[in-house]
């Protein structure tokens, strides 16, 4: 029975990889063509990725847009947590409730929503658009990553600094602040590996104006396969292990999504 299990998780682990490894062949075969396994090894594709303006371009854009939705959703997401925290009034439990919606509802919803509403407001076509609707629609991870946080923290050192005469500002900036400060920053990392891959919104908000690196990848394929597409994929791969790896140095990532590690 153990066998028979290990070879089904072998599978699945097959599988997952599969696709990794047969976009990596592609990346650095020294074929025009995509074809795998490659006859002879290149970096060609990805010195193509990394000096054609029009890469560069879309690359800077995607980052640009993942840093500033990582802002606005940490931010907001901090914001709502911390009144709930402090008051638990009923509109700060509303608001939360509210900021769980974007994951509940098909994307391709939330892209017509938002194309919609941002073609009424005048911005449709506008790098403003997406980053904002990356910023609020992704808000549900960090506002549930950083309400651990704030579940985490104790009466008695809140207590602590109040009885020192603490304002509640000076609370939150030199106590609260960063006993969560993990918890933004898993929250923000998240959102920004989110935002970078995303393509069905940008796409419908403002695709055709302000070409992200997942809407240049696709608008390159409707034109013939590239090798440099793959390379391009590529780099979703080292962006998304860099950012993880980053935050395993700084945080418990296990501890952080709720999971305790065996002693």
């Given at each position: 029975?153990?066998?028979?299990?290990?070879?089904?998780?072998?599978l699945i682990a097959a599988m997952l990889i599969a696709p990794f490894v047969i976009v990596l062949g592609v990346s650095i075969g020294a074929s025009k063509n995509i074809s795998f396994p490659p006859e002879a090894l290149?970096?060609?594709?990805?010195?193509?990725?990394?000096?054609?303006?029009?890469?560069?371009l879309a690359i800077g854009r995607s980052l640009f847009i993942a840093l500033c939705a990582g802002?606005?959703?940490?931010?907001?997401?901090?914001?709502?947590?911390?009144?709930?925290w402090r008051t638990g009034s009923g509109f700060a439990k509303l608001t939360f409730a509210l900021g769980?919606?974007?994951?509940?509802?098909?994307?391709?919803?939330?892209?017509?929503?938002?194309?919609?509403?941002?073609?009424?407001?005048?911005?449709y076509g506008r790098m403003e658009a997406t980053i904002v609707s990356h910023g609020v629609f992704f808000v549900t991870l960090p506002l549930v990553i950083i309400a651990r946080g704030f579940a985490a923290l104790t009466d008695e050192v809140v207590?602590?600094?109040?009885?020192?005469?603490?304002?509640?500002?000076?609370?939150?900036?030199?106590?609260?602040?960063?006993?969560?400060?993990p918890y933004v920053l898993t929250g923000f990392t998240l959102v920004a590996i989110i935002s970078v891959n995303e393509y069905l919104i940008a796409n419908m908000i403002s695709g055709f104006v302000v070409e992200t690196l997942p809407i240049k990848i696709f608008n390159n394929?409707?034109?013939?396969?590239?090798?440099?597409?793959?390379?391009?994929?590529?780099?979703?791969?080292?962006?998304?292990?860099?950012?993880?790896?980053?935050?395993?140095?700084?945080?418990?990532?296990?501890?952080?999504?709720g999971t305790e590690k065996d002693e």
């Open positions: 029975m153990t066998s028979l299990r290990n070879a089904y998780l072998w290149s970096l060609e594709w990805y010195t193509e990725l990394l000096t054609e303006s029009e890469w560069l802002i606005i959703s940490t931010t907001l997401a901090l914001a709502i947590n911390y009144v709930l769980l919606g974007p994951f509940l509802l098909p994307p391709i919803i939330l892209a017509l929503g938002a194309s919609l509403f941002w073609a009424e407001v005048g911005w207590e602590a600094a109040q009885t020192m005469g603490a304002t509640p500002m000076q609370v939150f900036r030199t106590v609260v602040l960063p006993l969560i400060a394929v409707r034109y013939g396969y590239s090798p440099v597409v793959a390379a391009a994929s590529m780099l979703f791969v080292v962006l998304t292990v860099t950012g993880l790896l980053i935050l395993s140095r700084v945080t418990d990532l296990v501890a952080l999504f």
